[in-house]
T-cell receptor
């Protein structure tokens, strides 16, 4: 399974965009990029996922580079409630082996007032 | 229920005691996962069910760990003769199907916090 690399921590001012990078240089063609976040003492919360194209939903935008070796999660207007650990995960998109999400240590994002 | 429900939320066990952790997935979800999360670490895969079939148990750390999902809905993770290194958060997750497509998101519960003393 491909692995991901994320900075251990980041800071962001409230109301500004938070851009969280992720490297996944060994990603395979059928592996999706998933983003989850985990607020202290809670279970992981799904944010967004993508394969090749950029994606946007009500929570965030996901920008995937053309070679798919890296991606960026964008929280357009960060709030204090966005303070959490953000995990970038690759997941095999094949029914035969899509069971596991391989998690790293994530990025601890602190949104400051 | 609306989400994945886990119980107990917190459990303190004496070393050597057996524990059972329960997971109620989202109704109708085919896939069910158990993960273990140590303090300061990301979740680590334990096991996976598709309906009642346990298709992958490669992440179970020892034969003291056992999981079941007999009727394809509720699942129980059992840990026998608990040891201090078993202290962790045990996360259950479910998804509608086993196929990865735009609707197949994996939803997590709040976790069961196990402390072995």
């Amino acid at each position: 399974d491909a692995k991901t690399t994320q900075p251990p921590s980041m800071d962001c001012a409230e109301g500004r965009a938070a851009n969280l990078p992720c490297n996944h240089s060994t990603i395979s063609g059928n592996e999706y990029v998933y983003w989850y976040r985990q607020i202290h003492s809670q279970g992981p919360q799904y944010i967004i996922h993508g394969l090749k194209n950029n994606e946007t939903n009500e929570m965030a935008s996901l920008i995937i580079t053309e070679d798919r070796k890296s991606s960026t999660l964008i929280l357009p207007h960060a709030t204090l409630r966005d303070t959490a650990v953000y995990y970038c995960i690759v997941r095999v998109g094949d029914a035969g082996n899509n069971r596991k999400l391989i998690w790293g240590l994530g990025t601890s994002l602190a949104v400051n007032p | 229920g609306a989400g994945v429900s886990q119980s107990p939320r917190y459990k303190v066990a004496k070393r050597g005691q057996d524990v059972a952790l329960r997971c109620d997935p989202i109704s109708g979800h085919v896939s069910l996962f158990w993960y273990q999360q140590a303090l300061g670490q990301g979740p680590e895969f334990l096991t996976y069910f598709q309906n009642e079939a346990q298709l992958d148990k490669s992440g179970l750390p020892s034969d003291r760990f056992f999981a079941e999902r007999p009727e394809g809905s509720v699942s129980t993770l059992k840990i026998q003769r608990t040891q201090q290194e078993d202290s962790a958060v045990y996360l259950c997750a479910s998804s509608l199907s086993y196929r990865v497509h735009s609707g197949n998101t994996i939803y997590f519960g709040e976790g069961s916090w196990l402390t072995v003393v």
